[in-house]
């Protein structure tokens, strides 16, 4: 990965849609393009992702996400060659991983994502399977995390809880509330962003100057 890796979510409504959509966002300046089947199917999702291969073929760069169908999202990014962003450490996942399914392969997965905060760190198990599963699987296991509710970004006081329960080093996503406004305040305390409604407009088609600022808010950060 980049040190500062930005995905375009892509809210496909259909294969052609959805195509022309991440083709937009790449033009643009995103890094990777992550799709979900919010507004289409698990099979446009899957369609979508391998016609993308030839424009993304580093297969770090593009992720998808099948809305509770872990075994389904981990299915399709085995046969395209792909990584995953799931919402939780479910029970589905665990198993996917714990098989070795994952092996190399981009796992962004929420901890403490929207309503989940209170039960997953507090008890500390599933922070500590997953740094089993970094250690011992996936190198590329990044932990992704949100404001509490979806477009609200993650307040400092949150992100600082987090970091102390992941450890400094920990390859940190914030996927909900960052836009072309606010998203330098976060390039210091994350290392991945997935961005969506803030890049598109109410059909969900792409406006690449939203994608080339934030793109370029990274660029010069890096520099």
């Given at each position: 990965?980049?040190?500062?890796?930005?995905?375009?979510?892509?809210?496909?409504h259909?294969?052609?849609?959805?195509?022309e959509?991440?083709?937009?966002a790449?033009?643009?300046?995103?890094?990777?393009?992550?799709?979900?089947?919010?507004?289409?199917?698990?099979?446009?999702?899957?369609?979508?992702?391998?016609?993308?291969?030839?424009?993304l073929p580093?297969?770090?760069?593009?992720?998808?996400n099948?809305?509770?169908?872990?075994?389904?999202?981990?299915?399709?990014?085995?046969?395209?060659?792909?990584g995953?962003?799931?919402?939780?450490?479910?029970?589905?996942?665990?198993?996917?991983?714990?098989?070795?399914?994952?092996?190399?392969?981009?796992?962004?997965?929420?901890?403490?994502?929207?309503?989940?905060?209170?039960?997953?760190?507090?008890?500390?198990?599933?922070?500590?399977?997953a740094?089993?599963?970094?250690?011992?699987?996936?190198?590329?296991?990044?932990?992704?995390?949100?404001?509490?509710?979806?477009?609200?970004?993650p307040?400092?006081?949150?992100?600082?809880?987090?970091?102390?329960?992941?450890?400094e080093?920990?390859?940190l996503a914030i996927a909900?509330?960052?836009?072309?406004?606010n998203?330098?305040?976060y390039?210091?305390?994350?290392?991945?962003?997935?961005?969506?409604?803030?890049?598109?407009?109410e059909?969900?088609?792409i406006l690449?100057?939203?994608?080339r600022?934030?793109?370029?808010?990274?660029?010069?950060?890096?520099?």
């Amino acid at each position: 990965m980049l040190k500062r890796t930005f995905y375009a979510v892509i809210h496909a409504h259909d294969v052609a849609h959805g195509y022309e959509q991440a083709l937009q966002a790449i033009d643009a300046g995103a890094h990777g393009i992550a799709l979900i089947d919010q507004h289409c199917t698990a099979e446009e999702v899957s369609a979508i992702a391998l016609r993308l291969k030839p424009r993304l073929p580093d297969r770090h760069r593009l992720l998808v996400n099948i809305l509770n169908e872990d075994a389904e999202v981990m299915r399709i990014a085995e046969e395209i060659d792909c990584g995953i962003w799931a919402d939780a450490l479910t029970g589905t996942l665990q198993g996917c991983l714990s098989q070795g399914l994952a092996v190399d392969m981009t796992v962004l997965c929420g901890f403490g994502f929207k309503y989940q905060r209170e039960t997953d760190l507090e008890t500390g198990y599933l922070l500590g399977l997953a740094r089993q599963y970094r250690d011992t699987l996936t190198k590329r296991f990044v932990y992704m995390t949100s404001g509490r509710a979806t477009g609200l970004a993650p307040t400092s006081v949150w992100l600082r809880r987090l970091r102390a329960l992941i450890g400094e080093d920990a390859p940190l996503a914030i996927a909900s509330g960052m836009t072309p406004e606010n998203i330098g305040a976060y390039l210091g305390q994350a290392s991945c962003f997935l961005v969506g409604t803030a890049i598109e407009d109410e059909e969900h088609r792409i406006l690449p100057e939203k994608v080339r600022t934030i793109a370029e808010q990274m660029r010069a950060y890096e520099e």
